[in-house]
């Protein structure tokens, strides 16, 4: 059960600031940076329920998901020893802009997301380019469970147990031509359904873009993810597709993709527009550099409570080291944050 903390004199001191507060202080402020004070909001807390998927709502699964599940490989990548966080937690504690800047918006907001029918564009330097009915995009795709850390650059975190196929399967289908140096994903743009889009909060130029590397995206690691907790996602946590790159910040794992366009040129992506001095492209999980206001050595992991704030030290790549690092061996990260 949750329990939303009335008064922000509650919080302690391991709350961060959230991308939200400091976006409408920085459009107050004119981007003046200087000296601004970690905020106290309101936080959630939540009772510990430690049992793997037991509060899971059943969901209304579109028909070709429903037929892959039973195919589904479970487990083909976990984490040991870290306990799953609640479904409750991971369904109503989100960064969904689109619906809205607070942590519950997208639980309360994006019921409106219409995600049947949903079409994904692929296009730019393929060989094989088209618009596929998100049915037909799936079909090649053997889904499997992968059990991952999300790591938020507002240092808080999550383990969530995600529904995907690996990008690389992806690329093996559309052909990447020799140009396609990078890979760029766009979210749904329609201010009809998200209100977010239509809102005063004008900082973000949508759609949503992300993007990684060519050899990033063939890591095993990243995935497509079209379920969690061994159901269809909910829409908050970005139905009907979305990107899982686990060694990244979750501000990497775009939501609701629409389009996918293999690219020449390194994207402009959404956070690095807002404020490049702050988010990277790489925005590789990397404990010994900070965010300029506040430290990613530590990470607060869900749940978490005013008694137990869960704190745990942030891991080089979110503990992903031995199958990213070798992807980096040439980049100063000090510089590609
Ligand atoms: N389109 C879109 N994708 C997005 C975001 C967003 O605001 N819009 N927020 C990002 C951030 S900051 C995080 S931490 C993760 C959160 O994913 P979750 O809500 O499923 O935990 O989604 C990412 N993907
Ligand atoms: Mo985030």
Not at 132 to 138: G, N, P, T
Request: a neutral charge; aromatic letters at 12%.
């Amino acid at each position: 059960m949750l329990i939303k903390l009335p008064k922000a004199s509650d919080c302690h001191e391991s709350d961060v600031t959230p991308e939200s507060f400091y976006l409408s202080r920085r459009s107050l402020l004119g981007g003046a940076l200087a000296g601004i004070a970690a905020s106290s909001l309101p936080r959630w807390a939540s009772a510990n329920d430690a049992s793997r998927y037991a509060d899971v709502e059943a969901g209304k699964a579109p028909s070709w998901f429903a037929d892959k599940l039973p195919e589904t490989k479970w487990q083909a990548v976990t984490v040991t020893g870290e306990a799953i966080t609640p479904f409750k937690d991971a369904t109503h504690y989100n960064n969904f802009y689109e619906f809205g800047t607070g942590k519950g918006d997208p639980a309360t907001n994006a019921g409106s997301l219409q995600t049947e029918p949903w079409s994904v564009v692929i296009d730019g330097e393929v060989a094989k380019p088209g618009r596929y009915a998100l049915e037909d995009f799936m079909k090649p795709y053997q889904l499997e469970e992968r059990i991952y850390r999300l790591r938020c650059v507002e240092a808080w975190s999550m383990v969530i147990p995600w529904i995907g196929f690996p990008i690389s399967a992806l690329l093996k289908q559309v052909e990447p031509t020799s140009k396609a140096k990078y890979i760029r994903f766009e979210t749904l743009k329609d201010p009809k359904s998200m209100p977010g889009q239509r809102s005063s909060f004008g900082l973000i130029d949508w759609p949503y873009v992300e993007g990684l590397r060519l050899d990033e995206a063939m890591n095993p690691l990243a995935i497509l993810a079209v379920g969690m907790y061994g159901r269809e996602l909910p829409n908050q946590n970005g139905a009907p597709l979305r990107l899982v790159v686990p060694w990244k910040y979750g501000f990497k794992s775009v939501k609701s993709i629409v389009r996918i366009s293999l690219v020449n040129e390194q994207p402009k992506t959404t956070w690095q527009s807002i404020a490049a001095d702050e988010y990277g492209f790489y925005a590789n999980v990397n404990p010994t550099v900070d965010h300029p206001r506040w430290t990613q050595a530590r990470e607060r992991r869900l749940p978490s409570g005013l008694f137990s704030p869960n704190v745990r030290e942030t891991q080089m790549f979110n503990g992903y080291s031995d199958e990213v690092a070798s992807l980096y061996t040439n980049l100063d990260l000090r510089k590609n944050y």
